[in-house]
Each structure stands twice: as structure tokens, then as C-alpha cells.
RNA sequence: CGGGGUGUAGCGCAGCCCGGUUAGCGCGCUUCGUUCGGGACGAAGAGGUCGGGAGUUCGAAUCUCCCCACCCCGACCA
């Protein structure tokens, strides 16, 4: 393709919308441009990156027997309430205001109803079902460029199965595929296994690249390649000490005393003689927390424990509950329910608040004081703690989640009555799996983890083109010529090149034009090599230049790419 | 939805606090000339509902009120 005649509007400055590496790469380099909040159309070479990952994933899923269908984006909302689905996305479902239609957010429903009566004997199964299509989601926040759009590109396969070992296979199929499209797409990630929300299935796997621009907060061990959501990662953490001798309780003024650091500081003790108290309420009860020296209450796993509604409490009703105020609550003699983390299980002589301002407690011994106490794993992974399978060190970092794979069951089969025959004649609900990717994510990616300050870098796999050939000074009739047969040979071998024929940018524009869009050999036909024959090659990733004879450029440019 | 910020030419910004000619600057764009291997130079140009509405005022980009859009943090996120 001509730059001259191609709309790749590159841009020198940053536009102010763009904060995180890969949307101010897109904008820059003229792959993409916002229409609206989380809308953005794809510019040429932008789409062409989007059309190489989509034949990827095709590839892939087409070699796991996949069939590839295009539903309609357009949905009647009747088959969703069947389902219960429109109140179970609420908001999110976008709703089209002259007909009881919504925009479909992903296909379950769909995939299901056309099942329905047409796959109805086990010999008609198993089935994969995939599609690469447009989903429409009403996020409140859109965010990080293409990453969290309200429209995006998703490729969501659906398996049709009679019976959970079935399933499991066509999970496994789906697990190997993703592996392979995101290796082939150049990809660093790990795999988190996840809890399944409110798609409604069991087990689930999450694939995710790290990065900053991350919306979960992930555990990971680089050695054994455990990995999981902060919300559920455990750790392995010191216990509180249990002495042979446990001291009678015993109070202690601590005047304007709050935080664990500061009671530490005060009584000159350790963090692991101390509890530290959060009060929640759950569903209208007030709950004492207890956690060892300063680590924080994981609201999640707190939520999973107890269930139900889980709030932190307002400051104004501590005292009233606890008799004092935070920073000197503790479990002696506070009347409600009391749970503690595992580290606390069976502690003595710790130190905690006092239910009473200005006052702790000393020799606190959890079994012989508060014996009602229950314990849970309520703490928090953080970074450096140890990991529960192989002892290496974890690691706590922002991830971005590029694909998820569920064993949905029969939740779906059952609401819409999708049923099949055994060889015995008898009903059983077909059972579903469903596997997304984000192509755009993929592609947002791909650009945090391949890039520098002059731009992008791209690999032979995505990259829109292969070669970026840059004729300089292209009023120079020796340089036309030449790089117009470059251009020519270069295409008949095969090779995508993008060839910069401008004639009106100087040499510096076209060769940081060259290195922002990155592709990854840039062959430049300048005057200088020229007049000897020969042409520069340089080599994006590494910025390393050669000299090569233009009779021998074919044998060069085979090597490397 | 809570908190913070921004909106002035295609892009990036100044001007606003403290109201007063014809609203500026850089990049980009057009024309001509020069230059031609690391974001060239000169000259001449084009381009603006100052996000929208209402108000205060002799006079509003600037002050007041309402609305909208976009960005960031949080909540949310099958």
C-alpha cells in the first residue's frame, strides 16, 4: 500500500484523552479514533491488525472442530426475560426505545433458542458454536482507551454437550486453543482459575496479561504458575504465636492511641501480639472482624464468608455498638458476633482495643476469652508473602482479563427448555460451555508489551505490515525508480509492504513516522546506498541497520523475517 | 452513582482569577520558492457558534445559574 494515498493520519503530540501506552499509540499511529465515550472506530491499518487476530482465533477454534456462525446483534428482549437475564444485567443491557428489542451483550440466549429442537439427539452433539461479532455493553465508566468499551469486538464460542464429562473435554479443547491464539498473537499472560459470577456456571478460567492499565488485582507466583484473584488468593503467612503461659487480661491506657502502628510503637511490642478490629454490619447485625497486627480485611472473602449484606460500619454507629470509637474496639466483651482471621486461631497474650476510648487490653487469650470466636481466611495477599503451593514468592499486580472459559451447565438449556434424547430415550437438558475472547483487548495487549519511546514494535503475527519501505527524497528520479521496483519485486514475493512514496516529507519524518508505526524491517532506498546498488535494512525491535545489495535484498529480508 | 478535572481552529495549549479594540501561540493545512539520510527554511494565506442555554452588564471566552460532553480515581464489571 501507497502512504500517499493512505488515510494514516499519524499524530506528533499526544492527545489529551489518551492516558495509558496503548490507546496514545493508537491514536498516535492512526489506527483508531473515539467517536463517543467507549465507541471508537477502527481506522485502516488499525483494522487490519483487528482482521490478523480475528484469523488467528478462527484458525484456532476452526481446529477444535468450531463452526462459525454471526448472530444477530439485535435481540428480542423476550427470550432475555425467559432467561432472566434482563434484570440480572440491569443497566448494563442496552434497550432500544421503539421496540422490545436489547443489544445483545453475549449470546447464551441466542445460542441456546436455535438449539432448541434442532440439536435434539445425542448423536447430534458434541458441538462448538463460535462467532466473532460486535457486543454492546452500557458500562457505567468506560475506560483505558479500547480496553473497556461500550462496543467491542468479541469472539464467544458456545459448546453443546450431553453430559459434564463432555463438557470437560470441550472446556480442555478451549483451554489448548486460547493457549495456542495467544501465543501466536506474541503475547505474555497466565491463567487464573476464577469463580464464575453471576454467568451462572462452575468451574472457569480466566486468561490475563499483566499490566497497569488493569482492572482485577492478581496473586501470581512465577515459579509454579499459581495464580488467582486477590478476592480469593491466599498466601502462606506466619501465624500469631501461641506462648506455653497465658497472662490474665489486663488494661492498659493508651491515651490517643489508634492505629496498630501506633500501639506497637507505644508498648514497644511486635505487630503479631496485636488484633486489629473492623466492625461490619451484616444484614442489619453488627460483625467484629479481627484481624493479626496490620493486615487488612479482605471485603470480598468476608463477603463469601458470611453472605448476604456485608457493610463497613459508619464511624458514628461504632460507639454505640462497641462502646467506643475506632482505634479502641476490641473483643472483650463486645456483644455481637466475632469472626477472626486464621492467623489469630488460638493466639494468647495479644493486645487489642478496649471497647472503651483511650484503653487496650493486654494477655487477650482467644480460646479461654472470646471461645466463640469463628475463623476464616479474611486477610489480603500482598506482594513478597510466600506461595501456598511451592513457598517462591508471590507477586501482586494489575491484570487485564483477555479471555474467560465456562463450564456453564444446564442453567440456559433449562430456562429455554433445550432438551436432547440418550440412547435410552430419555430427556436430559443439553449442557453448554462458553468461551470469550476481547479481540480488542488482545490488540490493546499486545501494544502495552511491545513498545518504546518511539513507538510501536510489531511482530511478524499481528504487524499490518510486514516491510515499511521508505523511499527518501522521492523527487529524486534515481530514488523513484528504484524504490518503486523495490516496492513491485517486494510484492511479488508475498510480503505486505506499506511503501512511504510521500514526496513532500523529509527523510527525518519518514523515519519516525516508519519507527512510530512500527513495522517490523524497514527497508529505506536513499540516494546515498543507492548510487552503489544497495539499500538499508534496519530491523525495528533491535534498531539494527544493515547495508545490503539490492540483487541479495530477497535472501536477506527471508532470514529475517 | 460519589469525588476530582477539562471543554477556546484538525491536534496540543495560553488567555478566564482581576469583564473592555479585530481572541492568541506551537504543530498541522493551502500556495510559491529553496532544501532533500533522522520530525527542514523563507514568504504569503485559509481556518473560531470560545461545549450549549439562560442571566448579570453599556459591554461576557472571562462573572452567575442550569444543562451537555470527555478524561481520571472510586463504586460497578456476565
Not at 40 to 47: D, F, H, K, S, V
Not at 135 to 160: C, H, W
Not at 186 to 202: C, D, E, I, N, T
Not at 307 to 321: A, F, Q, T, W, Y
Request: one cysteine or more; proline letters at 4%; aromatic letters at 8%.
Amino acid at each position: 500500500m501507497r502512504l500517499s494515498k493512505s488515510f494514516i493520519p499519524t499524530l506528533k503530540e499526544v492527545p489529551a484523552e489518551a492516558v495509558i501506552p496503548s490507546h496514545i499509540l493508537m491514536i498516535r499511529s492512526g489506527l483508531v479514533r473515539q467517536l463517543s465515550a467507549g465507541i471508537y472506530t477502527w481506522l485502516p491499518l488499525g483494522y487490519k491488525v483487528i482482521r490478523k487476530i480475528m484469523d488467528i482465533i478462527r484458525e484456532e477454534m476452526n481446529a477444535i472442530g468450531g463452526q462459525e456462525f454471526h448472530y444477530p446483534a439485535l435481540n428480542p428482549k423476550e427470550i432475555w426475560e425467559q432467561t432472566g437475564r434482563v434484570e440480572a444485567f440491569g443497566d448494563i443491557l442496552f434497550h432500544i426505545k421503539n421496540r422490545e428489542y436489547v443489544l445483545a451483550p453475549t449470546h447464551e440466549e441466542i445460542v441456546a433458542y436455535h438449539a432448541k429442537g434442532a440439536v435434539v439427539s445425542y448423536k447430534d452433539m458434541p458441538q462448538i458454536w463460535y462467532q466473532i461479532q460486535t457486543k454492546f455493553r452500557n458500562e457505567p465508566r468506560p475506560r483505558s482507551g479500547v480496553i473497556r468499551g461500550r462496543q467491542f469486538i468479541m469472539k464467544d464460542a458456545y459448546t453443546l454437550d450431553r453430559s459434564f464429562e463432555d463438557l470437560d473435554k470441550a472446556y480442555d479443547l478451549h483451554d489448548k486453543a486460547y493457549r495456542k491464539i495467544f501465543d501466536r498473537c506474541g503475547l505474555k499472560y497466565f491463567v487464573v482459575g476464577a469463580s464464575s459470577g453471576a454467568m451462572g456456571g462452575s468451574k472457569s478460567e480466566e486468561f490475563m496479561v499483566k499490566s497497569d492499565a488493569g482492572e482485577d488485582t492478581v496473586a501470581y507466583c512465577e515459579k509454579c504458575g499459581y495464580a488467582a484473584n486477590v478476592e480469593v488468593a491466599q498466601s502462606v503467612s506466619t501465624n500469631a504465636k501461641r506462648h506455653n503461659e497465658s497472662k490474665p487480661p489486663y488494661e492498659i491506657s493508651t491515651p490517643n492511641v489508634k492505629s496498630i502502628d501506633e500501639l506497637c510503637e507505644f508498648l514497644k511490642i511486635d505487630e503479631h501480639e496485636t488484633a486489629k478490629s473492623r466492625v461490619y454490619v451484616h444484614d442489619g447485625v453488627p460483625v467484629l472482624v479481627l484481624m493479626l497486627g496490620n493486615d487488612e480485611v479482605n471485603e470480598s472473602k468476608l463477603g463469601s464468608v458470611l453472605g448476604g449484606n456485608v457493610r463497613s460500619c459508619h464511624p458514628d454507629e461504632l460507639k454505640e455498638i462497641s462502646g467506643a470509637d475506632a482505634g479502641s474496639i476490641g473483643p472483650i466483651g463486645f456483644k455481637y458476633r466475632i469472626i477472626a482471621d486464621n492467623l489469630l486461631k488460638d493466639a494468647n497474650n495479644l493486645y487489642s482495643g478496649a471497647n472503651k476510648n483511650d484503653y487496650h487490653i493486654g494477655g487477650i487469650d482467644l480460646q479461654r476469652d472470646v471461645p466463640g470466636t469463628e475463623y476464616f481466611d479474611l486477610r489480603t495477599v500482598e506482594s513478597g508473602e510466600k506461595c501456598t503451593r511451592c513457598n517462591s514468592t508471590l507477586e501482586v499486580f494489575k491484570a487485564i482479563e483477555l479471555g474467560h472459559i465456562f463450564k456453564l451447565g444446564t442453567k440456559y438449556s433449562e430456562a429455554l427448555g433445550v432438551m436432547y434424547l440418550d440412547e435410552h430415550g430419555k430427556e436430559h437438558p443439553i449442557v453448554m460451555g462458553s468461551y470469550g475472547i476481547g479481540v480488542e483487548r488482545i490488540f490493546a495487549c499486545y501494544l502495552e508489551q511491545n513498545y518504546d519511546d518511539k513507538g510501536i514494535i510489531w511482530k511478524k503475527p499481528l504487524s499490518p505490515f510486514d516491510i515499511q519501505l521508505i523511499g527518501l527524497n522521492m523527487k529524486n528520479a534515481t530514488v523513484t525508480e528504484a524504490s518503486e521496483k523495490i516496492y513491485n519485486d517486494l510484492q511479488k514475493q508475498g510480503y505486505e509492504v506499506l511503501f512511504d512514496d510521500r514526496t513532500d516529507v523529509s527523510a527525518g519524518f519518514k523515519f519516525n513516522d516508519a519507527d512510530l508505526l512500527g513495522m517490523p524491517v524497514q527497508v529505506i532506498a536513499g540516494e546515498k546506498n543507492l548510487k552503489d546498488g544497495k539499500v538499508e535494512v534496519k530491523l525495528r525491535a533491535t534498531n539494527e541497520k544493515q547495508i545490503v545489495e539490492l540483487s541479495n535484498l530477497n535472501v536477506k529480508l527471508k532470514e529475517l523475517i
